[in-house]
């Protein structure tokens, strides 16, 4: 690690912490706009080696916070110094992800951390304000550098002692939420829960998004490679990393829980299999929101709570009889229980777990029991689970997304719950004539996101979401070849234009203001497929359309598919175009279409029509002077090389 000598400004490489004589102190603060690099201080050093004046150091040219903090850490009678901003090496991704990893370390063997509020006169301000009293405590990196420190001294805007974290524990608690015994290391920070460690960042913030998990790593004890660019992926590894650490199931325990009197089958409830929320893993610590309130049990003793709450005799989930090959017996040799492992596969997390389930029609909702406890509710929390609905595909262990949306009256009037209490898993999986089973089930949970999903594996899917967007810039050149749409086109995913079979069918025509000339573009599904197709309409008023094409319906209500034996959706079928292109009509119009994917998941599309053919060709040259001028002085050329 690089440390500044406080006297001068200096900086100075050693090999660990411990070989710091004296030990050295170290800076928490707010990045305020350009602040000084690595590079910038020892250049610093450089320039100040040629100067007589022995005034004229580093530290005498450095940053105003630089200067300042080292000039207090000096009168408090430490010779070394660490400050992030020009202590790393960031040219360095290697020396970078050292510093990552080690910096709860660093924090926690500072023999002192100054945390400076550059936003605070005073403690008494900092009160007088209310939340969010200062930046300091909105941001995601200062949460481990709160918590890690053994002494830890807070300065205002003009480098005054405001206090210190153990005297101002009990305020600290209530403007951060951290407990005052694990502030004050009267109890280890290990022995809070995973879920209410999340909750005390999930309303920090960071500027790079992987640093929402990055700034987390020392607080759950983790150690991970620092990959600036995967987004929010790295949330998801830190949580993996987590699991393997852990048997904390609270980790699992964020997003709403469902209210204890709701029956989802008795309700209008939707599967949506990829929604942010419908997996394992948290998307952030902002998920986490509302679960401060959770806390581990002893595996045993969650199991022996839901046996006598659900009134359920100990030989039914015996597993000794079963094949379980991992399996531990209760502290009073009653019976025996698999023991509460999870490994994770492309399938899913796979895990044997309790499972409470029930089926309706085609939909089978589960309530996976977890070893956590929720004070706000004051019962055992379990896992909402849904059947994943597998098309042409039989498995022999069934796989779960988490959650249901309970809609409202109105379809955007919805909530999506994610936990459930078990105590009232029977009334919540109950309904008319559906048996519930309880039992020891191996089942798989998916835990993140695809990276990409395939409609090949879910057709339906495709087809049920099949939407048409018109991208802003083709309407545009679409005008300056002179055709106008007869209709707004959706150019946003609010607007899409939706298609459902047997629903209504999007119908757009093209008209060329100047000839009269026009295209239709109608877009539909047949037998739960979409397809499209072009109609050219020469410059004759009023044609009327031949049989295999569908009329037009008036703008105020949705177009009708016309059933008629002689078309046949199947050649203009998505699915059969080549690169999800085709080209309409002759060699003097000639419209090509092509459907290109807006999003990796979601059954949205980006329309492009491309215009071709002699005709269409010289109705594009009258409406653009450009090609216009182009073109004659291409003829001029012709007629000068003729006569040579």
């Given at each position: 690690m690089w440390l500044i000598r406080t006297r001068t400004g200096e900086l100075k490489h050693f090999n660990s912490f411990s070989d710091v004589k004296g030990g050295y102190a170290i800076l928490s603060h707010v990045w305020q706009g350009e602040e000084m690099s690595f590079q910038e201080l020892r250049a610093l050093a450089s320039d100040t080696k040629e100067s007589d004046s022995p005034d004229d150091t580093p530290r005498s040219r450095a940053s105003a916070k630089i200067r300042e903090c080292c000039k207090l850490a000096e009168s408090h009678g430490y010779e070394w110094l660490w400050i992030d901003t020009c202590c790393i090496d960031r040219t360095s991704s290697a020396e970078l992800s050292e510093a990552v990893n080690s910096m709860f370390s660093w924090y926690s063997h500072a023999s002192v951390c100054y945390a400076y509020l550059f936003d605070v006169l005073s403690w008494g301000s900092l009160m007088r304000r209310g939340p969010?009293?200062?930046?300091?405590?909105?941001?995601?990196?200062?949460?481990?550098?709160?918590?890690?420190?053994?002494?830890?001294?807070?300065?205002?805007?003009?480098?005054?002692?405001?206090?210190?974290?153990?005297?101002?524990?009990?305020?600290?608690?209530?403007?951060?939420?951290?407990?005052?015994?694990?502030?004050?290391?009267?109890?280890?920070?290990?022995?809070?829960?995973?879920?209410?460690?999340?909750?005390?960042?999930?309303?920090?913030?960071?500027?790079?998004?992987?640093?929402?998990?990055?700034?987390?790593?020392?607080?759950?004890?983790?150690?991970?490679?620092?990959?600036?660019?995967?987004?929010?992926?790295?949330?998801?590894?830190?949580?993996?990393?987590?699991?393997?650490?852990?048997?904390?199931?609270?980790?699992?325990?964020?997003?709403?829980?469902?209210?204890?009197?709701?029956?989802?089958?008795?309700?209008?409830?939707?599967?949506?299999?990829?929604?942010?929320?419908?997996?394992?893993?948290?998307?952030?610590?902002?998920s986490f929101r509302n679960s401060g309130t959770m806390r581990p049990l002893n595996f045993p003793v969650a199991v022996k709570h839901i046996i006598r709450t659900l009134k359920l005799p100990p030989g039914r989930l015996d597993a000794s009889a079963k094949d379980v090959p991992h399996t531990q017996t209760t502290a009073d040799g009653s019976y025996v229980i698999p023991s509460p492992d999870m490994s994770f596969t492309t399938y899913g997390a796979r895990s044997r777990m309790l499972v409470l389930e029930s089926s309706k029609d085609n939909s089978v909702l589960a309530v996976c029991a977890l070893a956590c406890w929720d004070d706000a509710t004051n019962s055992c929390i379990g896992l909402l689970l849904r059947r994943y609905r597998q098309y042409n595909a039989k498995?022999?262990?069934?796989?779960?997304?988490?959650?249901?949306?309970?809609?409202?009256?109105?379809?955007?009037?919805?909530?999506?719950?994610?936990?459930?209490?078990?105590?009232?898993?029977?009334?919540?999986?109950?309904?008319?004539?559906?048996?519930?089973?309880?039992?020891?089930?191996?089942?798989?949970?998916?835990?993140?996101?695809?990276?990409?999903?395939?409609?090949?594996?879910d057709p339906k899917r495709y087809e049920a979401e099949f939407r048409v967007l018109f991208p802003k810039w083709l309407e545009v050149e679409l005008r300056k070849q002179g055709f106008e749409a007869d209709r707004p086109l959706p150019t946003d995913e609010t607007d899409a234009h939706r298609l459902s079979n047997g629903g209504p069918l999007g119908i757009f025509k093209f008209t060329h203001s100047a000839s009269g000339e026009s295209f239709r573009l109608q877009i539909g599904q047949c037998h739960s497929s979409p397809w499209a197709t072009v109609s050219i309409v020469p410059k004759v008023s009023h044609i009327k359309p031949p049989a295999t094409e569908v009329q037009d319906s008036p703008l105020n209500q949705p177009a009708a598919l016309l059933v008629q034996p002689a078309f046949s959706c199947d050649k203009n079928r998505l699915s059969s175009w080549l690169n999800a292109t085709k080209t309409f009509g002759d060699s003097k119009r000639r419209i090509q279409l092509t459907f290109t994917r807006a999003a990796n998941i979601g059954g949205t599309h980006l329309l492009d029509v491309r215009l071709g053919g002699s005709t269409y060709w010289r109705l594009n040259r009258r409406s653009d002077p450009g090609q216009k001028a182009l073109h004659t002085m291409s003829r001029t050329a012709v007629r000068l090389c003729s006569r040579r």
């Open positions: 969010p009293y200062s930046k300091w405590f909105t941001r995601g990196w200062t949460l481990q550098e709160l918590i890690a420190p053994r002494s830890l001294v807070f300065l205002s805007k003009d480098w005054k002692v405001l206090g210190t974290k153990a005297s101002l524990a009990s305020v600290l608690e209530q403007i951060t939420g951290i407990d005052a015994d694990v502030l004050t290391f009267r109890r280890s920070v290990s022995e809070v829960s995973v879920a209410r460690r999340m909750w005390w960042a999930s309303s920090r913030h960071t500027t790079r998004v992987e640093d929402r998990a990055y700034s987390l790593m020392g607080l759950f004890g983790v150690h991970m490679s620092t990959i600036y660019g995967e987004g929010d992926r790295a949330f998801r590894r830190l949580q993996e990393e987590i699991l393997k650490r852990t048997s904390d199931q609270t980790l699992f325990a964020w997003g709403n829980v469902l209210p204890a009197h709701s029956t989802p089958f008795r309700e209008r409830f939707s599967f949506d299999n990829f929604h942010d929320d419908s997996h394992l893993f948290a998307p952030s610590p902002a498995f022999k262990y069934p796989r779960y997304h988490v959650g249901i949306t309970v809609r409202g009256k109105h379809k955007w009037m919805g909530l999506s719950y994610r936990l459930a209490q078990v105590d009232w898993a029977p009334h919540v999986l109950s309904f008319s004539g559906g048996p519930i089973t309880v039992a020891w089930k191996q089942i798989y949970i998916s835990h993140r996101p695809p990276s990409h999903r395939s409609t090949l594996s």
